[in-house]
Structure formats: C-alpha cells, structure tokens
C-alpha cells in the first residue's frame, strides 16, 4: 500500500489534547488502536486535502516522536519490492472515495454535488478535443446520467443531451453504469 508523500505529520495524543478531544489521562493509556482511530479522527478533521494517512507504530527516528501522516493521495496498491517482511508497525488507511473522488484528475473546474451515488460537476469539454459528458464521465468509468450548459458556476442554464459536444464549461452529472 502507497500514501504517497505526506504533507502533515503529527502525534496523535498531543493533538488530541491540544485540540480538546481528550484529556492527559484519557491518552496516557492510549494503545495502538486508540492511537489509530484518533489519526482517522484527525484526518477527517483536515477535511477534503487529507486523504488517507500512514500511521507508525513507535517512530524513534524523527524529533518530535511522530507517529500520524496525513496525505493528500488516496493509498494506492502497488507491487514494489521491500526488504521488510513485518509491516505491522506502519500502516496505511484511507477515506472513503465519493464519485467525484474518482473524477478527480478528470476534474478541470469545481464540483457541484458529491454524494455516493452521483457526481455533478462543471467540466471544460473543449480541453481534451471537443468530449461530451459521455466521454468526460467514461474516462473514470463512468456514464453520464444528465447534463447542463452551466449558468454561472453550478448554476445550471438548460439541459443537453450528455452526447454533445465541445461547449467550453457544461455541469456533467456522473453516477456507475
């Protein structure tokens, strides 16, 4: 599993403390789990740039003892080599992904509605060759459900066919074929 680098780091307990979420004795007694679900707790707290974190199980070799990394990729699998055979000391975790998360390097302008099942968001079709919203959707896997030439930001101005082509900034509404 793969964080990517992280833009954050931090120790848990003192976090906690510091932002009241818990008292010196609550994490005095803190254990791995503890520590783990306070990282998560944490994560969520940074909002849509953290999206996962590494959590390290007693790191010595930075200064201050640091063991929650937030990173603002989703964890990603990957089938690299190592020479460590052990990882119960470092682990990766990561945020659930929306649709809109899955559009995210499709995505050129801002989204105007994220949920589980859909997606809606103002796409730049002339960008890559003159797309429709079929095509701007199916590059993440996709299909696209509904479409709009965009009145000011999400404001939608009238419904198009998802199939047209080419108009410069249109809401695309995505949702799983």
Known sequence: ?????????????????????ATEDEVED???EDKIRGCAKLCELEGDVCRGFDWRKNRVKSSPLTDCYFNTNFPT???TSTSRNNYEDWLCFTKEQTLCDKLSQTLTLEVCLSDPNVCEAKADLNENG?????????RSGLVCDKAW????????????PCSKTGKKESICSCKIG
């Open 1 to 21: 599993i793969d964080g990517g680098s992280y833009y954050r780091q931090l120790r848990v307990a003192a976090e906690l403390v510091k932002l009241g979420l």
């Open 149 to 160: 030439n965009d009145k000011n930001g999400c404001g939608k101005k009238r419904k198009i």
């Open 77 to 79: 699998y990957t089938a």
């Open 130 to 138: 003159r797309e429709s919203c079929d095509s701007w959707c199916g």
């Open 30 to 32: 803190f254990g791995p």
